[in-house]
Structures are given as structure tokens and as C-alpha cells.
């Protein structure tokens, strides 16, 4: 059996957004003009689902998702030169726009893409296993519990609490 899951996002144009993420290189796996505006986009194994909804007004827009990568900086430069031979710019100001790779604090990049709809597309690379068990937040506690032998679960869900 396998399950996978994809995001169901919305936005003020479904043909905004056919246009934005073909110039990117998603491909279109599924549309619907009318009646209830829709589209289907997978780009290898990243798949996002679209609805258009009169009242999403992207600057408003709170949809966001994540992607997991083994390598974000391929990803980001893949997006990148198809926004600038395709759309000829790449705004970090305004939707839609690609944000630089960035190093978080527990170590992941980052780098975030934001859609015609407003939505933010989270676009991350997971890190090594061996670099897990050197973050502070992740040694053993024994608040947690009550035992020493276990992970503080709360500062690996939120770290930034």
C-alpha cells in the first residue's frame, strides 16, 4: 500500500496560476475551467492541487505546504532560471516570488516560493541524521517524562519556543 498526500491550495485565478507554474516547470496534470475552476500540478515528485475561490485575495492568502528535498540548492536554481528565462525576473519583493536560501537554526535550508495566489510554497532540505544528535535541543531531558532516556519531543516539534 502507499499513501501520499497533496495539498489543496487556494487562489484568486486558476489560469494565474497554470501560467506561473508551467513557467516554472511543473507540468499540468489535471485542469477544469468551468464550473468550479481547478488544476493539478506536479513538478517530479512535488504535486499541488488548486481551487480558485472569489474571496482569496492573495495578499491575504494563508495557504502554505511543505516540500522535503535532499538538495534545496539544486531546487532553488532549477526554479530560479526558469522564472528569469521565462518571466524574466525574479522578485523577492512581491507575489510571486522566490526568497534566497537561507540556514535555519536547527541546520535545514530553506527557501521559500510564493505563488500568484499568495501562497507560500516552503521548499526545505532535511538534515543528516548525525547532525541531529549534536543540536543542544535535541539531547536527552529529563523534564520529559519524568525519564532521562527520552528526546524532549517539544523542542524537536518547537524549536523556536
Known amino acids: 500500500m502507499t499513501e501520499f498526500t497533496i495539498p489543496v491550495l ?4 486558476v489560469k494565474d ?23 493539478h500540478v506536479r513538478f517530479g ?34 526554479f530560479a532560471d526558469s522564472i528569469k528565462r521565462n518571466l524574466g525576473e525574479i522578485s523577492f519583493s512581491r507575489s510571486p516570488k522566490v526568497t534566497p536560501v537561507k540556514k535555519l537554526p536547527s ?9 500568484p495566489g499568495g501562497n507560500r510554497i516552503r521548499i526545505q532540505q532535511r538534515i543528516e541524521k548525525d547532525r ?21 519531543l517539544s523542542r524537536l516539534i518547537f524549536p523556536y519556543l
Request: hydrophobic residues 30%; positive net charge; glycine residues 6%.
Open 10 to 13: 487556494p487562489c484568486s485565478s
Open 17 to 39: 496560476m497554470i501560467r506561473f507554474y508551467k513557467a516554472i516547470g511543473f507540468e499540468i496534470i489535471e485542469k477544469q475551467i468551468s464550473p468550479d475552476p481547478s488544476v
Open 45 to 78: 515528485g512535488i504535486e499541488i492541487y488548486f481551487y480558485e475561490t472569489k474571496q482569496q485575495n492573495s495578499k491575504d492568502s494563508s495557504g502554505t505546504c511543505y516540500v522535503l528535498t535532499s538538495d534545496v540548492g539544486k531546487l532553488y536554481r532549477s
Open 107 to 115: 541546520g535545514k535550508r530553506e527557501f521559500n516560493l510564493i505563488d
Open 132 to 152: 541531529v544528535a549534536s543540536l543542544p535541543h535535541l539531547k536527552k531531558s529529563k523534564s520529559f517524562s519524568g525519564t532521562k532516556n527520552r528526546f524532549n
